[in-house]
């Protein structure tokens, strides 16, 4: 078999051995810098645009919030200042009292009547 023939069995394994080290030495000193520079650059955007994203939802979210404490304790002052109205004392709730106050009338509602 002229594959195995003694005379150019070690010719052909000394020019493997050569073009592999060489294309080895080739692609560790041009493409794989190219390459990690690409990766890197597509993680650093990547994690910029997650960032960005998450940040919007999570103002996005704590506006709904806000706004919606903010209905809740005027819906609040107002049932308050209805209330009192026959007494003449109205009421301003603060943030904290308004919402201690609402979770007042929501486990009152909650409970079973007598």
């Known amino acids: ?11 052909q394994v000394f020019w493997l051995l050569s073009f592999f080290s060489a294309f080895y030495l080739v692609f560790l000193k041009f493409f794989l810098p190219k ?5 890197k650059a ?6 910029y ?6 940040m919007e939802v999570l103002k996005d979210k704590e ?3 806000s706004s919606s404490i903010k209905s809740s304790c005027n819906s609040v002052n107002r049932a ?3 209330h009192l109205v026959s007494t003449n004392t109205p009421v ?4 904290p009292a308004c919402v201690y106050k609402l979770l ?3 486990a009152i509602l909650k409970s079973p009547k007598k």
């Open 49 to 54: 645009e997650i960032n960005t994203e998450a």
């Open 80 to 82: 308050t200042n209805l």
């Open 92 to 95: 301003e709730l603060t943030k």
């Open 104 to 106: 007042t009338l929501a």
């Open 35 to 39: 390459l990690s520079s690409i990766l």
């Open 63 to 65: 506006d709904t919030y």
């Open 42 to 47: 597509r993680t650093k955007k990547l994690r």
């Open 1 to 11: 078999m002229p594959q195995f023939d003694k005379i150019t069995f070690f010719n």
